[in-house]
């Protein structure tokens, strides 16, 4: 590498190192992508190491596919789900240029191709394993077919491909014998057939999803034959039951995981059957499914390597948790949301026999009260997620006991609970916490957050959705002490100014900031966050009525990572909403009563945003758009979405009382 500077004697430190030491410092810019693009503008040198190394790619649009094939020689990961128009040529464009180096293409949101594009891919392709195909929902039988040539695809997504059929994953099943993941959900026209054709070939079948088939118990025996499968998947599959469950005379061993949620004809006598012999079994979800009872209980009895189960949305009786709790195993992860009949006792039965929880989800169980945070936190100490939404019957004190006794906690949700301030001083105690949500939360003021600032420095992801007490002191506090921020929801929290923003900007890492229905916010403030925040992605600022054009400005100019954008009721005109065209990633916008905005203006920022795959618009811009606008923005890739919504000046206060699933008039 040639020095820097001729004239002076000083030689470029980069010249002591080898190619294997720099490729280790590009390995450490892969969450930033604008660190790669400035490490390889630094010199012809680093453009070209930048230019090999690289092996995984995401283009923002299809037109960028031709620019990139001739730049990056050595691609191995393709992610396409940003281009929503991919056509033929372009895939035998990239499976000429990548053919030896291509392992991994995801097309999950594209379209345009056909079959012709898919056997090139396939077929020059060699090293390929794994295709993402999820929502093609015109790929045919002649797609599978194509598909079926990549002899060595070892994982394969095909969710909502919903005109395939048996004779298409018939191809697959003989073409593609590597086959370790399959992802058939929401295939509506796979049948039986289907689905043993694939357990009869594809021997070396690790995870298999059938989420929502119309399959019986008749593809089952071959799916139990499998000697490697660890993953089962068999969620909504209606078709299945306890009569044809209890024929089964074949078990699979090596299975981990098995999914039967929303199977409502399956109880414990179906599950009792499909588990036998499957000793391995860690990971068990029963959502929306059986109740909870001492038969199932007892079916489950003898399973010691079991560490999870979900159970959510589920009928629980007490004699069911008391069944669970005498279990061999040793849970680890306990899922109980929503789920109907969870008392205290059922809660004490649980936690300790289970005393090595890490994980409990307890989200509305209304029954509840403090007696059970008392003893969750007394048996469960080694807890690192808490979730305990909207479980009204626990009184203030409880939260005490949750930062006294649990300090390993790294997420915590109690939106729409009585915790006040002296409950987040004891929260504060866990120092490892990343996750806080405390929406809804209307005891809370500055000093519970001043206290979480000061003793949660890890802190990535904080909820205080309508938290009415808090105000820019408490933010301030956030800011200062919780640098890494990447995710904050301040929405409807009228005591926020721009003075919050400003000190959010502090936070670098943000990529989520939700300030909806703070009238106090203005262009200020979010200029202040576009010059610092250069990872944001998604922004709400829905009614805040004093952002204008200048604050877009300011996102246009810095903010090349925003991804999402509600603008609605915001003072942004023409000009404001055609400087977001500078912002290369925008693919969702939600644009709702701007009065200042004209159709013109809206048809010039819909046009000059070239990777736009979502825009919300109301109804009355419909007819005074320019008719060629729709079918060029369509066959772009994007889907409009008309709202008929009424213009509402004010703020609705009653709206956190909908969003917790109250009604106003019981409150």
Not at 229 to 253: A, N, P, Q, R, Y
Request: glycine share 6%; proline share 2%; net charge positive.
């Amino acid at each position: 590498m040639k020095k820097l500077n001729n004239s002076s004697n000083m030689t470029n430190l980069f010249d002591f190192f080898t190619d294997e030491i720099i490729h280790t410092i590009l390995d450490h810019l892969n969450d930033d992508p604008f660190a790669k693009k400035s490490f390889s503008l630094v010199c012809k040198s680093f453009y070209f190491i930048e230019r090999l190394h690289r092996k995984s790619l995401k283009p923002l649009r299809s037109e960028l596919l031709c620019r990139i094939l001739h730049r990056y020689p050595s691609i191995s990961h393709l992610d396409l789900s940003l281009c929503p128009r991919v056509d033929d040529p372009s895939l035998t464009s990239l499976s000429v240029s990548w053919k030896s180096t291509l392992r991994s293409i995801n097309l999950s949101r594209s379209r345009d191709f056909t079959s012709i594009g898919l056997l090139r891919l396939a077929t020059n392709c060699s090293s390929l394993v794994e295709i993402d195909l999820s929502n093609g929902t015109e790929l045919t039988d002649s797609a599978a077919k194509a598909i079926a040539e990549a002899k060595n695809l070892e994982r394969l997504i095909l969710a909502r491909c919903k005109l395939i059929t048996d004779i298409g994953i018939g191809c697959v099943a003989v073409g593609c014998k590597k086959l370790r993941l399959l992802c058939l959900r929401w295939c509506l026209r796979v049948t039986d057939l289907g689905v043993g054709l694939i357990a009869m070939k594809c021997k070396d079948l690790r995870s298999l999803d059938l989420s929502c088939l119309p399959i019986t118990e008749k593809c089952l025996p071959h799916i139990l034959q499998l000697q490697h499968l660890e993953d089962l998947i068999l969620e909504g599959c209606l078709g299945i039951d306890d009569e044809g469950l209890v024929t089964l005379k074949h078990s699979c061993k090596s299975l981990k995981m098995l999914n039967l949620s929303k199977c409502q004809n399956v109880s414990h006598v179906g599950l009792s059957s499909l588990t036998n012999g499957a000793e391995h079994l860690k990971q068990l979800v029963l959502a929306y499914g059986p109740s909870v009872t001492t038969d199932l209980g007892k079916c489950l009895l003898n399973y010691s390597r079991l560490k999870s189960i979900s159970l959510d949305g589920c009928l629980v009786t007490c004699s069911g948790t008391k069944a669970i709790g005498s279990w061999c195993a040793s849970l680890r992860e306990l899922s109980l949301s929503k789920c109907l009949g969870v008392t205290d006792e059922c809660v004490s039965f649980l936690v300790q026999a289970h005393r090595e929880l890490q994980k409990l989800d307890i989200t509305c169980c209304r029954k509840i009260t403090s007696a059970s945070i008392d003893c969750i936190t007394k048996s469960c100490t080694f807890l690192t997620s808490l979730r305990m939404e909207s479980c009204s019957l626990v009184s203030e004190d409880a939260f005490l006991l949750i930062g006294q006794r649990c300090q390993f906690l790294e997420e915590l949700d109690v939106t729409d609970n009585e915790i006040n301030n002296e409950g987040l001083k004891s929260i504060s105690r866990c120092s490892k916490l990343c996750s806080l949500k405390l929406g809804i939360c209307l005891n809370i003021t500055d000093d519970g957050l001043t206290h979480i600032g000061s003793g949660c420095p890890k802190l990535k992801e904080l909820d205080l959705y309508r938290c009415l007490g808090i105000t820019d002191v408490g933010i301030a506090k956030i800011a200062c002490g919780c640098p890494t921020m990447e995710m904050i929801n301040i929405a409807y929290n009228d005591k926020i100014t721009d003075s919050s923003l400003i000190s959010l900007s502090q936070c670098l890492r943000l990529k989520t900031l939700e300030i909806r229905g703070c009238p106090s916010v203005s262009t200020v403030g979010l200029s202040a966050i576009a010059g610092s925040c250069r990872q944001l992605e998604v922004l709400d600022i829905k009614k805040c009525f004093n952002i204008n054009d200048n604050g877009m400005l300011a996102l246009g100019q810095s903010c090349q990572n925003l991804r999402q954008i509600n603008l609605s009721y915001c003072s942004v005109t023409d000009v404001g909403l055609l400087s977001l065209a500078s912002t290369n990633r925008l693919q969702n916008m939600t644009i709702l009563h701007l009065t200042g905005l004209t159709p013109n203006g809206l048809a010039a920022a819909l046009l000059a945003c070239g990777g736009l795959t979502k825009v919300k618009l109301h109804t009355s811009l419909k007819p005074l758009l320019p008719k060629y606008i729709f079918g060029y923005m369509e066959g772009r890739g994007c889907v409009f979405h008309w709202r008929d919504k009424a213009f509402q000046e004010k703020i609705d206060p009653n709206g956190w009382q909908l969003h917790a699933g109250r009604s106003p008039e019981a409150v």
